[in-house]
């Protein structure tokens, strides 16, 4: 399967839901829903990464589609049982598809979709859940974290170059480890700075700039001239270090280079490993709106667009021989001369 690819519209940081009205049968008759339930991660709507991308698929399947939807923000601190009251409000309300954004949903999709077997849910990033009426939506950040490691070697002018993870978990285990064999793919002998800012979700490693711009200054500090992340909305304060010290940054999950919130680093944002999960959530409502529900794993890799490297900074694509090794490091991962680590 490959997925639409979609431009990340620029969101606002507000933590209210919106509710944009309703639509139950699309020209076909084969529609029967209210509209799309989309609900959010830690981070929330304006993150510029991870929810975002979330959003901008929702917001394209409602213009195409003429369908209503609803987004809504996470609490502080909330617990599964907040996660499930979400969804069954979303699912009680008549939302199809419904769309929990992240990992953490796991535990209140399973608990959910089996209260609404009519209603298709989603969950990105996790691959546990099975249900007839469940599509799990993950993707191979691995590679595209090869990529941006590919980039990073390639670029840096110190051989010494920094890995920040949002939080200490396997799931962002595999941004390092594709960062990481990508980078020593280069140089065999660079030196990674590597440091993760918090071990739960809950003690705020995707939500607090703050941490991820101390981070990035202590990398700084210690030698580093290009710095990943994989941090969520924590991604804004590693960029904005990097900005401030004139060194690289490499963004996350959507093209950071391009969002609005970002625009005064942007000069400073060599490129973004991307996952398209705007796209993923596009071709989910699209195959219920069409009465064909997806189901199972759908997996997002380079083969199927599913995720890539962002190069819209006009100063990478005028690195011509970086520019070239990411484009080799990518035709190696597709062909399969190259298989990148997840651990």
């Given at each position: 399967?490959?997925?639409a690819v979609?431009a990340l519209a620029?969101a606002?940081?507000?933590?209210?839901?919106?509710?944009?009205?309703?639509?139950?049968?699309?020209?076909?008759?084969k529609?029967?829903?209210?509209?799309?339930?989309l609900?959010?991660?830690?981070?929330?709507?304006g993150?510029?990464s991870?929810?975002?991308a979330?959003?901008?698929?929702?917001?394209?399947?409602?213009?195409?589609?003429g369908l209503?939807g609803?987004?809504?923000?996470p609490?502080?601190n909330?617990?599964?049982?907040?996660?499930?009251?979400?969804?069954?409000?979303?699912?009680?309300?008549?939302y199809?598809?419904i769309i929990?954004?992240g990992?953490?949903?796991?535990?209140a999709?399973?608990e959910?979709?089996?209260k609404?077997?009519?209603i298709?849910?989603?969950?990105?990033?996790?691959?546990?859940?099975?249900?007839?009426?469940?599509v799990?939506?993950v993707?191979a950040?691995?590679?595209s974290?090869?990529?941006?490691g590919?980039?990073?070697a390639?670029a840096t002018?110190?051989?010494h170059?920094?890995?920040?993870?949002?939080?200490d978990i396997?799931?962002?285990?595999?941004?390092e480890?594709?960062?990481?064999?990508g980078?020593?793919s280069?140089?065999p002998?660079?030196?990674?700075?590597?440091q993760?800012?918090?071990?739960?979700?809950?003690?705020?490693?995707f939500?607090?700039p703050?941490?991820?711009?101390a981070?990035a200054?202590g990398?700084?500090?210690?030698?580093a001239d290009v710095?990943?992340?994989?941090a969520g909305l924590?991604?804004q304060?590693v960029?904005?270090?990097?900005?401030?010290?004139?060194?690289w940054?490499?963004?996350?999950?959507?093209d950071?280079?391009?969002q609005?919130?970002?625009?005064k680093?942007?000069d400073?944002?060599l490129g973004?490993?991307l996952?398209?999960v705007?796209?993923a959530?596009?071709?989910?409502?699209?195959?219920v709106?069409?009465?064909?529900?997806?189901?199972?794993v759908?997996?997002?890799?380079?083969k199927?667009?599913?995720?890539?490297?962002?190069d819209?900074?006009?100063?990478y694509?005028?690195?011509?021989?970086?520019v070239a090794?990411?484009?080799?490091?990518?035709?190696d991962i597709i062909?399969g001369?190259?298989t990148?680590?997840?651990?």
């Open positions: 399967m490959t997925v979609i620029a606002g940081c507000g933590k209210s839901s919106s509710d944009s009205g309703a639509s139950s049968t699309s020209p076909s008759g529609y029967n829903g209210k509209g799309i339930g609900a959010y991660d830690i981070g929330g709507k993150d510029q991870f929810n975002d979330a959003y901008a698929g929702f917001q394209k399947a409602e213009k195409d589609f209503g609803r987004d809504v923000e609490a502080d909330e617990t599964d049982a907040d996660k499930v009251q979400r969804l069954d409000q979303l699912a009680k309300a008549g199809n598809p929990g954004v990992f953490v949903y796991a535990p999709v399973k959910i979709a089996a609404y077997p009519k298709t849910f989603g969950i990105i990033d996790d691959n546990e859940v099975t249900a007839k009426n469940v799990d939506m993707f950040a691995e590679q974290s090869y990529l941006a590919v980039a990073a390639s002018k110190k051989d170059i920094g890995f920040i993870g949002g939080v396997p799931l962002i285990h595999t941004f480890a594709g960062f990481d064999q980078a020593k280069v140089n002998k660079i030196k990674i700075e590597s993760y800012l918090t071990q739960t979700p809950a003690e705020g490693g939500s607090s703050d941490k991820g711009k981070a200054q990398q700084i500090d210690a030698g710095i990943y992340h994989a924590s991604g304060g960029i904005q270090a990097a900005a401030t010290a004139k060194i940054a490499i963004g996350v999950d959507s950071q280079y391009s609005s919130a970002l625009a680093y942007k400073y944002i973004s490993a996952k398209n705007g796209g959530v596009y071709d989910l409502v699209k195959s709106h069409e009465g064909k529900p997806e189901s199972g759908v997996n997002g890799t380079l199927t667009g599913g995720v890539g490297f962002a819209t900074n006009p100063k694509k005028a690195m011509t021989k970086v090794a990411v484009e080799k490091a990518k035709q062909s001369k190259v990148v680590n997840t651990k």
